[in-house]
Every structure is written in C-alpha cells, then in structure tokens.
C-alpha cells in the first residue's frame, strides 16, 4: 500500500515556477515508477511525465517538455515536479501516481495509487 499526499500548488502569473512535491509512505515506494497527471475542467486526466524507479528514465508529454521536470529522492520518498515558463493552460488540478511497475508508462490504467492533487492556477 502507498499513500500519496501532492504539496505546493497555487496561483501564479503566466511565466512564474513553481514546485509540487509528493510524498509517499510505504515500503514499496522505490520499486515504483512514479507518474504526474493533471486534470483541467471539463477534460480528461492526462499524462504530464513519468520517472522511473531508479530515475534512469523520465519522460514527459510534448506539452511540457523543456519547461518541466521530474525528480525523485528515494530516500526521502519523495518526487517532484518543477514547472518553469508555466502558461494558462498549464492550468488544472496535478495529481501523483504511484505505477504498478518500475518503468514509466502513460497509461493511467497502470498507476495503483493516486494522491488527492494539488490545484495550479496560471493566470495570464
């Protein structure tokens, strides 16, 4: 079992950072990929970037990439999202993921346990 609790949301101007963290209690937490989501009014929750167990391997969705970035600190059980250049439309409630595997998938299908997410509001 892994609980997962999302931190560090909030509104911000078109251009600002910020850095959500998620952290996670049980044991397992280090064999697992670890996925962000995010979830906009009115659209389905979709995939903003995974990393792997180990951190070998982070990927992200094209809409992010080169402005976000994933990390995790397995000894602190920890992982982050830093989002930088954030626009409008990065606009929406951000959720973490804990997958039932150790490599990334996108597939919201494949994560086990989801935090409670944590609400980004980008105003232009």
């Known amino acids: 079992q892994v609980q997962l609790v999302e931190s560090g949301g909030g509104l911000v101007q078109a251009g600002d950072s910020l850095r959500l963290s998620c952290a996670a209690s049980?044991?397992?937490?280090?064999?697992?990929?670890m996925g962000w989501f995010r979830q906009a009014p009115g659209k389905e929750r979709e995939f903003v970037g995974g990393?792997?167990?180990?951190?070998?391997?982070?990927y992200y969705a094209n809409s992010v990439k080169g402005r976000f970035t994933i990390s995790r600190d397995n000894a602190k059980n920890t992982v982050y999202l830093q989002m930088n250049s954030l626009k409008p439309e990065d606009t929406a409630v951000y959720y973490c993921a804990a997958s039932r595997r150790g490599l990334v998938q996108a597939d919201r299908d494949e994560y086990l346990y989801w935090g409670q997410g944590t609400q980004v509001t980008v105003s232009s």
């Open positions: 990393i792997s167990w180990n951190g070998g391997n982070i």
């Open positions: 049980g044991r397992t937490f280090s064999n697992r990929a």
